[in-house]
Every structure is written in structure tokens, then in C-alpha cells.
């Protein structure tokens, strides 16, 4: 394993414990990032979405690690599954946009909301990599303020058709299904649905592809025009949604903040390894003490960082053994409001030091750690952007009286 993901799994392992099943998902995380790391950066210089992501976490029983055992997947805990995308970080965002995505905002929302049918349908599948999610919240008129969304739904015999467009959908154009969230066409709430993407009325109007970064994640704007869901695709209680978007959030927000330790780790070993070997002005840049500044700085970020997301995976795993407990709920989405605002700006913040480490490589798209600069910015964006950030965890202080959208 790369030396600092394996000082953090035996730091972790010593403090909590880790049995022979856990260490084997990271063990095959390993090899799985080891094995991408070509095909990331070939797809990153293409400025294309890189397919051999689904196929490689496939291959190693990876497309459903925190799905339960007995729909097929390996039934991780949260923090088992945190060290997991911490592993994966270190090719980049690309890989954990995917994973995020289908895992964390996709699968879980189905094992934690959906019926036992729904769960038997689509879990083994998931697991297996046969289905892959996308996640339908974000629209051209709702980013930050998800009730405002505009794509509406009506009953049809005993089912609905929705209708509006989704846009900036990670996995968008790949996935066989998409969590849709809608609201009555003439009425108030936000209900959540799986759609299955090959269904008449459903299209990909647009591969988005000048983005600034994450050039291997598939981003696209989508189109649901009168899409009809069966009464068994509603997913959760009509009306209940955004409940269910918030929790699904939550899981994303401590996976988005995992892969940037990963970000962070893979910064400081092509640091090292640039600073150490080469010379100027008679010596191994390395000795010169304003290269030392920026080392210290990335190192610090990531010691920081790591414990704040461990420390959010561990209330998560607290959580899932109380689930009646809104106390606890709260501690957790809390802390992983942290997790993520701190990781997701030390991310960039380290990825610009580790361009300056490097000089005028570092400037070239063929640098490894332009990758991570051009990648990391969405971080601050997606999932909860830096200021939405702030005020959850500003609220969260202060008491929800206190809240800015109340």
C-alpha cells in the first residue's frame, strides 16, 4: 500500500480494531486504485469520462462495499468505508465522484429508505456493478435551495409522471437508474422515485464536458419528459423527499471528505518524491526551507483532516445502531458538515502547494498534481458548497432558531 494510506489503516486499526474482513475491502481498495492509475490519468489528458472505474470495482467486489451481506455486498461499516474511499482518493476525484455517488447517494438511499422489494431489485445489482446510480437532486434553478426545485410529478392510474430537467448529475449518461426528486404538480413537498433510465421520456441532452476538472467523472444534464414510475418505484413516503436527500447527504458529505484525504496523501507523496530528487541552485529542492513551508503545510492539513473525518464516520456508525436517536443524528450531520468544509478546502489548498513544490511542471496539465488542483475545486461546490458549510455548522451552535433559510 502507498506508505501513508497504510500508516492511517494501522493507526486506525490499533485505536478501534479492524477484522480480517474489513482489512481485506481495504487490501482490494489497494489494488483496485493501483490498477486505475493508468487509465485515470490517459482519461484525464483525453478530457474524458473513464469507463474502466465500474469495471475494476467490479472486479474486486468493490461496487457495494457498505451494502449488507445479504443483498450481495460486504456490509461495511462507515469508517471501514471512509478508509476505503481515503484509498481511492489518491487517484483522484474522478474515482470517488463515481463511487460517492452510486454508493453513497444511490445505494444507501435505497437500503435505508426503499421497501424490502426495492432493496432485493436493485442492491444485488449494485453490488454487482449490473446497476449503477445517479443521484437527480440538482436542477438549472436549484443548487444550494433543493425545495426549489422545479421538476414536477402527477398521479397516473397507479403510477406518476414526472416531468423537468436535472442538471450537473454525476454519473448522469451512465447510470441504469436515477434517484428523482420531484414535487406535486399542484401541491407542496418534495417525493423522492428510482427511475430506471431507459424508460421512455428519459434523455441525456448533454454530456457536460468544459468543466474546469473532474474531466473522468460523467456530468450531464438530463431530461424527464412525462416519465412514467410504477407506484413500487416511489422510493421512501410521498412528500418525505427532502428528508430523505438530507440523510443521503449526510452519507455523501463524509465520503466527499474521505477522498480528499486521499487527495491530500497522494499531494504529499509527489511532493516528497519531486522535492527530494530535484536540484537546483546546488541542491535538492528539499533543503530550501520555503519548500519545507509548503510540505509542513500539506502535512498539517491532512493530519487535521483525517481525524475529523474519522471522527464523523465514527458518530455515523454510532448513529446506525440508534437510529431513533435525532440527538446523535444531529452530532453526526454535524460532523460531517466539518469533515467535508475542512477537507474540501485543504484539498485544494495543498493541491496549489504542491503546483508551487513543483514549479513550472506543475503548471502542465501532464503534471500529476495539476490533476489534483484542477479536480479538487469542485469539492468546495458539490454536495454542500463552503458557505451552506458554514451555516449547518453555524446553526448547528447556535440552535435551529438560529438557522439563515428558516
Known sequence: ???????????????????????????????????????????????????????????????????????????????????????????????????????????????DWGTQEQKERYLPGAA??????????????????????????????????????????????IATNLIAFARPADGKGVTAFVVDTSDKGFSVDMRLEEKIGLFTSDTSLLTLDDVHVDREDLLGEEGKGLSLAYAALLNGRIGIGSGCLGVMEDCLNQVRERTTSRVQHGKEIARHQLIQRHVAFIESNLEACRWLDYRAALKKDEYEKDLRNLALRADA???????????????????????????????????????????????????GTDEIMELKIASSVLGREFEAYR
Open 333 to 383: 450531520d454535524r460532523l460531517s458538515a466539518v469533515a467535508k468544509y475542512m477537507s474540501s478546502r485543504s484539498a485544494f489548498e495543498s493541491a496549489d502547494r504542491a503546483v508551487q513544490c513543483f514549479g513550472g511542471f506543475g503548471y502542465s496539465i501532464m503534471s500529476p498534481v495539476a490533476k489534483h488542483f484542477l479536480d479538487s475545486r469542485v469539492a468546495r461546490i458539490y454536495e
Open 128 to 173: 454487482k456493478g449490473d446497476v449503477v446510480f445517479a443521484y437527480g437532486l440538482t436542477e438549472p434553478e436549484a443548487g444550494s435551495d433543493p425545495a426549489s426545485l422545479r421538476t414536477t410529478y402527477v398521479k397516473d392510474g397507479d403510477g406518476y409522471r414526472l416531468s423537468g430537467s436535472k442538471y450537473l448529475i454525476s454519473n448522469g449518461s
Open 1 to 111: 500500500m502507498e506508505r501513508l494510506f497504510q500508516a492511517s489503516v494501522d493507526e486506525v486499526g490499533k485505536l478501534i480494531g479492524l477484522g480480517k474482513s474489513e482489512l481485506s475491502i481495504l487490501e482490494d481498495a489497494d489494488v483496485a486504485a493501483d490498477e486505475l492509475l493508468v487509465s485515470e490519468y490517459e482519461k484525464y489528458l483525453e478530457r474524458k469520462y473513464n469507463p474502466e472505474v465500474p469495471a475494476v470495482l467490479a472486479r474486486h467486489n468493490l461496487m457495494g462495499v457498505p451494502i449488507q451481506e445479504r443483498y450481495g455486498g460486504r456490509g461495511a461499516r462507515q469508517l471501514v468505508e471512509s478508509l476505503f474511499l481515503e484509498r481511492l482518493g489518491q487517484t483522484g476525484l474522478g474515482v470517488i465522484t463515481f463511487v460517492d455517488v452510486h454508493l453513497c447517494l444511490g445505494s444507501l438511499a435505497v437500503q
